[in-house]
C-alpha cells in the first residue's frame, strides 16, 4: 500500500508549483525583453550605417559636379559638343549608377548686368555697385534647358526646371544655390521621362555655373567694406545650372553590395513619411504608412540632405530576426518543472545573448570607422590630384595659350615651344604613374632644392613672368622626406595660384632656414585678393592650409588688392641638416 505524502507538502503543494513556474515564467519574459531591446539598438546602428553609406553616395555626387562646374565654369563656349564630351569620360554608368545623367540649364538673363553699369569694372562709381546690387534684386534667373547627356538613348529631360527664379524666391532650393554657390537638392518630382511617356520620381542635385571672369570681378569688392555683397555677383554672373537626377531606388540597392540585407529602408524626402515624398518607389504602397504592415521591429531616423530634412525609415527583415536572441529567451516558459536546469540554461543563454549583441556592435563600429577612412582616403586622393597632376596640367594650358599666341607670328618658337609643352605632358604622366606607386618611394631622400629648381623652371614655359629662386644651402637638408613632398605641393599650388589669377610681373619663391623652423615663401607682384573674402576660401587654399597642419606648421597668406600676394609657410625641422 503506497504511502502518502507529508501533509505539509499536500496542504502546500499550489503554492510550490505556483513558486517554480512563476520564477521560470518571469526570469524567462525579462531576458525576452532585454533581448528585444537589445535588438531595437542593434537596428538603430544599422538604420545610422544606412544613413552613411547614402550620405558617402552623395558625397560622390557633389564631387562629379564640382568638377563640371569648375570645368564649364572655365570654358568661354559651352556647345553640345563640349558638353557631351566631358560627360563621356567620367563613365557614371559604372562610377555612380544612380545618375540618371547630367543637364545644363541656361540663364537667358545671363550679361543682362552690362546692360546698367559701364562695360569696365574698374571704372564703376559707388553708384554703379548700387545699381549692380539693385539689378541682382530685380532680376530673375530665367532657365531654359541646354543640354543633357545621359547613358541611356530612351531617356528625356523634363521641363519642369525651366523656370523663373527670384534671389530672395527659390524652386524648391535651387534659387539658394545661385548666391550660395552650394549643391542644392529638389524634393521628391518628377525627375526622367522615358520615351513611352512614363514619368520616373526622384530627386535632383544642382549647382550653378558662372561666368568666367567672375573671381576676376568679385575681386573689385575686395576690402572693408564691401562695394557689393558677394551673393549679388553670384546671381548677376550665373549662366546657368547644371542639374543631376538622382534614381534614389538604384542608390538605395547599391549601399548593400555583397552583404545579406537585414533592414529594409524607404526614402523620404520630408521629416515625416508621407506618400507624396517617397523616393525609393517600390511596386506597393509604403510600408511605413500601411498599417496591414506589422515588422518585428521599425525605425523613424532624420537625415538633413543639403537644404532638406529628410528621413529614412527602417523596417526589420528575416535576416535580421534570424540573428535575435529573443528566440532564446522563449524557451524558458516551457520548463518550469526543472527550476535549477533552466535556471543555468538561462543564464548561459543571457551571457550568450550580450556577447553576441556586443560582437555585432562591434562590427557595425568597425564598419563605420571602415567607411570613414575610405571618405578620408578619397580626400587625400582629391586632393593630391588637385595639387599635383592638375596643378601641372593648369601650367600646361597657359603654356599652349602662350604658343598659340605666337603660332602665325613666330612658327619656329612655336614649335620649339610645342616640344617642351609635349616634355611637360610627359612628366606629367610621370608624375601620376609616381603617384600611383607612391608606396615604393617612401622613406627615399628627397632633393627639394632640385624640386623647387623644376617647379620653376617648367613654370616659366608658359608665362612671361619673371620667376626667381633662392635656396638657403642647407635648409633643404632639414626637411623629412614627408615634409618635402608637402612643401611641393604647396609650392606648386602657391605658383599656379599666382600665375593663373595674379597676372605678376615677378614670382619669387624662397626657401630659407630658421632656427627652428624651415619656411617656405611665394611671393608675387600681382593683383592680389582679400583672403577673408566670402567665398574666397576655395579647393587650393583649403589644401595648402591642410597640408601645412599636417606638417605641424602654419600657413599665413597675404594679400592687398593691387600689391600683390605673399605665401608664408613655416614647418618645424623634420631632421637635422647633413655634415660632410
Request: aromatic share 8%.
Given at each position: ?488 605641393n604647396i609650392a606648386r599650388e602657391a605658383m599656379s595660384n599666382s600665375l593663373r589669377h595674379g597676372k605678376p610681373q615677378r ?74
Amino acid at each position: 500500500m503506497p504511502t502518502s505524502p507529508p501533509l505539509r507538502i499536500r496542504r502546500y503543494w499550489p503554492a510550490y508549483v505556483t513558486l517554480v513556474v512563476g520564477l521560470a515564467v518571469g526570469m524567462g519574459w525579462r531576458l525576452h525583453r532585454q533581448a528585444v531591446e537589445l535588438d531595437r539598438l542593434r537596428l538603430l546602428r544599422i538604420a545610422e550605417v544606412v544613413r552613411d553609406r547614402l550620405q558617402t553616395k552623395v558625397q560622390i555626387t557633389d564631387l562629379i559636379l564640382r568638377q563640371a562646374q569648375d570645368y564649364f565654369g572655365s570654358q568661354e563656349n559651352i556647345t553640345d559638343g563640349v558638353f557631351r564630351e566631358w560627360c563621356r569620360k567620367y563613365g557614371w554608368s559604372v562610377t555612380a549608377p544612380w545618375m540618371h545623367g547630367m543637364a545644363l540649364y541656361t540663364n537667358l538673363n545671363s550679361g543682362g548686368w552690362r546692360k546698367v553699369v559701364p562695360q569696365n569694372p574698374a571704372a564703376w562709381t559707388e553708384a554703379d555697385f548700387h545699381a549692380f546690387q539693385e539689378f541682382a534684386r530685380g532680376t530673375s534667373v530665367n532657365l531654359k534647358y541646354a543640354f543633357g547627356y545621359s547613358h541611356d538613348a530612351t531617356k528625356r529631360w523634363p521641363t519642369n526646371y525651366a523656370v523663373k527664379l527670384q534671389l530672395h524666391g527659390s524652386y524648391r532650393g535651387f534659387g539658394g544655390a545661385i548666391p550660395a554657390n552650394t549643391p542644392q537638392t529638389t524634393d521628391r518630382q518628377i525627375v526622367i521621362e522615358h520615351d513611352g511617356g512614363k514619368p520616373e520620381y526622384g530627386a535632383t542635385v544642382g549647382v550653378p555655373v558662372y561666368e568666367v571672369k567672375r573671381d576676376e570681378l568679385r575681386e573689385l569688392a575686395a576690402g572693408p567694406p564691401p562695394k557689393a555683397p558677394a551673393h549679388s555677383y553670384n546671381w548677376n554672373l550665373c549662366r546657368g545650372l547644371l542639374l543631376v537626377p538622382i534614381d534614389y531606388v538604384t542608390l538605395e540597392s547599391l549601399i548593400w553590395g555583397n552583404e545579406p540585407k537585414e533592414v529594409g529602408v524607404e526614402i523620404y524626402a520630408s521629416q515625416q513619411p508621407r506618400h507624396d515624398s517617397w523616393l525609393n518607389e517600390a511596386n506597393c504602397q509604403p510600408r511605413a504608412l500601411d498599417p496591414a504592415f506589422k515588422p518585428y521591429l521599425t525605425a523613424t531616423i532624420p537625415w538633413t540632405l543639403y537644404n532638406g530634412h529628410w528621413s529614412l525609415f527602417v523596417y526589420t527583415l528575416p535576416a535580421f530576426e534570424a540573428g535575435s536572441p529573443r528566440y532564446m529567451a522563449l524557451l524558458s516558459f516551457g520548463a518550469g518543472a526543472a527550476m535549477t536546469l533552466l535556471a543555468m540554461a538561462l543564464v548561459g543563454m543571457a551571457l550568450r545573448t550580450r556577447n553576441r549583441q556586443e560582437l555585432m556592435t562591434e562590427q557595425i563600429r568597425e564598419a563605420r570607422d571602415a567607411l570613414a577612412a575610405a571618405q578620408q582616403e578619397r580626400d587625400t586622393f582629391s586632393r593630391d590630384l588637385h595639387d599635383g597632376a592638375i596643378q601641372s596640367l593648369y601650367a600646361i594650358q597657359l603654356g599652349l595659350g602662350h604658343t598659340a599666341q605666337k603660332l602665325d607670328a613666330e612658327p619656329a618658337n612655336a614649335g620649339r615651344e610645342l616640344s617642351a609643352v609635349r616634355g611637360e605632358l610627359d612628366t606629367v604622366i610621370a608624375e601620376i604613374r609616381q603617384f600611383i606607386t607612391a608606396e615604393e618611394s617612401v622613406g627615399k631622400d628627397v632633393d627639394f632644392a632640385g624640386v623647387l629648381r623644376a617647379l620653376a623652371l617648367r613654370a616659366r614655359v608658359g608665362t612671361a613672368a619673371q620667376i626667381d629662386l633662392r635656396c638657403d644651402p642647407d635648409a633643404a637638408d632639414r626637411l623629412s622626406a614627408a615634409q618635402a613632398v608637402q612643401l611641393a605641393n604647396i609650392a606648386r599650388e602657391a605658383m599656379s595660384n599666382s600665375l593663373r589669377h595674379g597676372k605678376p610681373q615677378r614670382v619669387e619663391i624662397v626657401l630659407r632656414s630658421e632656427p627652428e623652423n624651415v619656411v617656405l615663401e611665394v611671393a608675387d607682384s600681382g593683383v592680389g585678393f582679400d583672403p577673408k573674402a566670402p567665398g574666397r576660401s576655395g579647393v587650393g587654399l583649403a589644401s595648402m592650409a591642410a597640408r601645412a597642419q599636417e606638417m605641424h606648421g602654419t600657413l599665413d597668406i597675404q594679400s592687398t588688392s593691387g600689391l600683390g600676394t605673399r605665401v608664408v609657410v613655416r614647418v618645424p625641422a623634420g631632421r637635422t641638416p647633413k655634415t660632410d
